[in-house]
Structures are given as C-alpha cells and as structure tokens.
C-alpha cells in the first residue's frame, strides 16, 4: 500500500468546521481534500447515517483517501461539483467546505514548481495531468499575454516592463526552472522586497496555470442550488483576489457590479452571511506560517 503523504495542519480547522454547524445525519462536501484534515474532522462530527464526499485532481493527494465507509474521494476538479455529485445520486448537501490555494505539501515539493524558496521546473499544476503548465505560460505566452496574467493576478506595477524582459531571454534560450525566472526577474525586485515581488509573480502564473479565480467563481454559481435550506459554505481563501469573489458572492451572488432592485430598494441573494471574517490567531500562525494570510467566510442558505 502507499503511503500517505505528509501533510501540514490545516488552517484554522476548528473555525471552518464549526461553520458548517454539522448535523450528524448530513450530507457533507470537502472540495479541497488535500491531506484529508478537514474531512477528518468532519467525519469525526457525522454519525453512521452521516456522509461526506470530497474533490481533489492531486495524485498527492489521493494517496491520503479515508477508509470510512461514510466517506467518497472524487478524483475531479470541484468546478463540476454539481455533475459529479449528481453521477453520485446526491442532489443537494448541508454543507461544503472549500480551502482554497496551495496545499503546504505543493508548496513543499521542490520539484512542482510552486514554491519561491526551492529550484525546481516551471510546473505549477494542482494537477500533474493538465495540459498547461508554468513552462508553456512564461515561455509561450505573447508578451500581451504575459503581462496580463501579471498585472491581473500578481497585481503588479511592472508587468509590462516584466514580460518584455522575459520575452527577450526565453529568444535566447527557454526559461526551464524557476531559478531561471528567478534570474530573469531579478532587475525588478528591490532590495528588501524581493521576496513580495517573487510571490506575486509566482502566484499570477500559478492562478493561470490552474485557473484558479475561473474555477472558483464557476464552483461558487452552483453553490446556492446545491445547499439544502439552512446548509452552509464555509471558504477559506488566501489573497485578495479569491477573498474579492467570495465576499462579493455572498454579498449580492455576484461578482461584480451591482443586482437589481425592486421599487423598496431591495434585491434577493443566493446566501446570507454567517457572523463576520475570522482570520487565524498569533498562535496559529506562529506554528502554520501558512496561516498569516487566511481569511475565512462562512455562509447558508435562507
């Protein structure tokens, strides 16, 4: 049998669980299995009649499936939620809960690729088997592009500047590994900045490699139809750009600009916001650095 892979503890686990406000009987969904520490301690909470599915595309991660019988890993991207769990027999479910992001154990796999500390190939994929990877978006993308993916998910005053500079090395010779880009990049990283600089770019490639915002927003629209009355989301995002869409959600059920209104001034939205954001405590993050930037949202169903 293989064995599990190791994986960091959750973040704020208590917190995100406890607002799923857990029926023992429910029908529960873990979209972000990961290490499997969230749907543990959901099946701690559940009873025998109890069930708890959960997602995940990460060979990694399917190494870690539960043996429960209440429990079913769906090894599939949880953009297509509702058509997998339909293929189950499941219509709607009392609660989901999402964790958003890079698990610490991607982060941790120098030779995926994610990771600003560790040489590795430019990689990238939540899922090994997807067809573009961090390779094909700095090598391959035109220079348009490139600064696009920067400017819009690493929120970066220098993407234009940025991808002319990668665009003039990679017709030298291609950009393999991320100390190569690290490399290319280096003339605009200021001197004590370097490390903020590096992850916005790492994160803007990693959000297009895996179309993270994409695959968030399209998993948020079947949110609503899949929640029973009174069943709750419970979303753990880790930079602002995943926190924007889901608070705007759950806001308005939209993404941006602004729902219509009756004469009153009124309009209905999908879901209602269960008490306000909860961020980790000092301890939390003294013992998960991973934790510093986590933000977490809980809401239900009217």
Do not use: C, W
Request: a neutral charge; charged letters at 25%; proline letters at 5%.
């Amino acid at each position: 049998m293989t064995k599990p892979m190791t994986y960091h503890n959750p973040v704020l686990l208590n917190e995100s669980v406890s607002g799923l406000n857990i029926k023992p009987d429910g029908i529960y969904v873990d979209v972000t299995f990961g290490g499997g520490g969230h749907s543990k301690a959901i099946l701690n909470q559940l009873g025998k009649s109890g069930k708890l599915f959960a997602f995940d595309t990460d060979p990694d991660a399917l190494i870690n499936q539960i043996d429960d019988v209440r429990f079913v890993l769906i090894p599939e991207n949880f953009r297509f939620i509702k058509r997998f769990l339909r293929l189950h027999g499941i219509q709607q479910v009392d609660g989901i809960l999402a964790d958003l992001g890079v698990s610490s154990h991607q982060f941790d796999a120098a030779e995926r690729g994610f990771s600003t500390r560790f040489e590795g190939k430019l990689d990238m994929r939540m899922n090994p088997g997807s067809p573009l990877s961090a390779y094909e978006v700095v090598n391959q993308y035109e220079e348009s592009q490139l600064e696009t993916v920067l400017n819009e998910y690493g929120e970066l005053n220098q993407a234009k500047a940025m991808s002319k500079k990668i665009g003039i090395e990679r017709a030298v010779k291609p950009i393999e590994t991320t100390a190569d880009l690290k490399k290319v990049i280096h003339a605009f990283m200021p001197k004590g900045r370097e490390n903020k600089v590096l992850a916005q770019v790492f994160q803007a490639i990693r959000i297009e490699v895996n179309q993270e915002l994409e695959v968030l927003k399209d998993f948020l629209l079947q949110v609503p139809e899949l929640l029973s009355v009174e069943g709750r989301l419970s979303v753990i995002s880790y930079h602002s750009l995943e926190d924007r869409l889901v608070k705007r959600f759950i806001r308005n059920g939209m993404f941006s600009g602004e729902p219509e209104r009756d004469i009153y001034g009124n309009f209905e939205v999908p879901l209602h916001k269960v008490g306000n954001m909860i961020v980790p405590n000092a301890a939390e993050i003294k013992t998960n650095s991973r934790a510093r930037s986590a933000k977490l949202r809980i809401a239900k169903k009217p």
